[in-house]
């Protein structure tokens, strides 16, 4: 069974900076794609970003381009989310995501092209 679990999320000033870790079990780690979803309270769920583990293939959405890093470590099954010089409207729960069909590109990230989620972590950034 896919399991994620997402922790790191918390209160942070404007400014600020926050590590995400979202911990995979129940599947071959380096055959699939980890992406990072968020949704604030009203609005629609957004892709982040996205890595590809097998080559390290990435994707950012440009409100966090420059400023969120993702990165893994097949050791531990782990996927991070580096967010640095965080902003108010990056406040969300943030989630990520996996599927075994899907491979990171510029063409965008959307919710209906995954099927494994985690449960979520809330992140706070105050003005």
């Known amino acids: 069974e896919v399991q994620l679990v997402e922790t790191g999320g918390g209160l942070v000033q404007a400014g600020g900076s926050l590590k995400l870790s979202c911990a995979a079990s129940?599947?071959?780690?380096?055959?699939?794609?980890i992406a990072w979803f968020r949704q604030a309270p009203g609005n629609e769920r957004e892709g982040v970003s996205c890595?590809?583990?097998?080559?390290?293939?990435?994707y950012y959405a440009d409100s966090v381009k420059g400023r969120f890093t993702i990165s893994s470590d097949n050791a531990k099954n782990t996927v991070y989310l580096q967010m640095n010089r965080l902003k108010p409207e990056d406040t969300a729960v943030y989630y990520c995501?996996?599927?075994?069909?899907?491979?990171?590109?510029?063409?965008?990230?959307?919710?209906?092209?995954?099927?494994?989620w985690g449960q979520g972590t809330q992140v706070t950034v105050s003005s």
């Open positions: 129940g599947f071959t780690f380096d055959g699939y794609a």
């Open positions: 890595i590809s583990i097998n080559d390290n293939t990435t």
């Open positions: 995501a996996t599927d075994a069909d899907y491979y990171c590109s510029d063409d965008g990230l959307y919710d209906f092209d995954f099927h494994s």
